[in-house]
């Protein structure tokens, strides 16, 4: 017979700013985030807890109480990171002041990304947290995915959720790249293009790519599907491929000017006409016969 697990929540805070722990409050008080309907006990003594919540980016000053309380926990336990900072240590990776993430001082089950996350992400990182704790209690196997289990929530369309790419507007101008807070994009040449890719984990959805991007490629969308398990935190990756075109008249490979770009540039005009592949320096040539013979 199965054993029914009774969570009991401990929160701890390990360097965060408060952002992720006034998220936590609201998600733990307004009823609507259905924390309270997933019977989360929250509890003040760390020997109490099976459930135990990780928010900030682990300093060294707080690793060793971090240690501590989980050697504390009622066992079996699970650990369920709230923050970009937890997870992947955020905009602070490279501070002196860093011990973390989380996961690299303690075994972390469940990873909530977002800076901070949505009230909605947070529960739902809890309520996988709990169906964790629910399998290692009968001695099952933990599982390396879990389906949404508050799938009906939505986020209003302006909402800074996860990063999307539309490949065919990009240039691999690196432009995002550069921009980028949490080191969350690489964009790396390869035989044929380059592969943009934007690690969700590492994103703190600040945005700062989708203003600076000079032909609108990269936007956040309103998705805050952020909350999964431990083996799914090197897979949550938006890869884009942005391929060189080959010149028909020199044959060499180049850059296609983003349609988006060409769209703004030439609004009266048939963009597909515009970009009939050719490069940069042959249709400086073309121009310089067309306009003077
Ligand atoms: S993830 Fe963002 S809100 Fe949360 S502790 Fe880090 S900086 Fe603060
Ligand atoms: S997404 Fe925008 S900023 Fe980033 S490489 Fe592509 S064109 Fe440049
Ligand atoms: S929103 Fe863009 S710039 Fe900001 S952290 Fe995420 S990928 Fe980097």
């Not at 303690?106 to 947070?122: L, Q, Y």
Request: hydrophobic share 35%; net charge negative; proline share 5%.
């Amino acid at each position: 017979m199965s054993k029914e697990v009774v969570p009991k929540l401990f929160r701890v805070n390990t360097g965060s700013c408060n952002g992720c722990d006034v998220e936590f409050v609201a998600t733990a008080f307004v009823d609507k985030f259905e924390l309270e309907s997933l019977g989360v006990e929250l509890v003040e003594h760390i020997n109490e807890a099976n459930v135990l919540v990780v928010t900030g980016p682990l300093t060294a000053r707080s690793e060793p109480f971090l240690k501590k309380y989980v050697a504390q926990m009622r066992k079996p336990y699970a650990v369920v990171g709230i923050g970009t900072c937890s997870v992947t240590s955020g905009i602070f990776r490279d501070s002196y002041a860093i011990e973390g993430p989380t996961d690299k001082i303690v075994d972390v089950d469940i990873n909530v990304a977002g800076c901070p996350p949505r009230p909605e992400s947070i529960a739902e990182g809890v309520a996988k947290g709990i169906k964790v704790l629910q399998q290692k209690l009968n001695g099952e196997a933990t599982p390396k995915t879990l389906d949404m289990i508050f799938s009906d929530f939505t986020a209003p369309a302006s909402f800074r959720g996860k990063i999307d790419l539309n490949e065919d507007m990009c240039t691999a101008c690196r432009t995002c790249e550069t921009v980028c807070p949490s080191g969350a994009i690489e964009i790396s040449a390869v035989e044929g293009g380059f592969i943009h890719k934007v690690w969700h984990n590492s994103c703190c959805f600040c945005g700062n790519c989708a203003y600076f991007c000079p032909t609108g490629a990269i936007f956040n969308t309103n998705s805050f599907d952020t909350a999964k398990t431990q083996d799914e935190k090197y897979s949550e990756v938006n890869v884009g491929h942005i391929n060189y075109e080959t010149c028909s008249c020199c044959g060499e490979n180049y850059m296609p000017p983003s349609r988006g770009l060409l769209g703004k540039a030439y609004v009266h005009d048939d963009v597909s006409k515009l970009n009939d592949a050719i490069c940069p320096a042959c249709r400086k040539e073309a121009n310089f016969k067309r306009m003077y013979g």
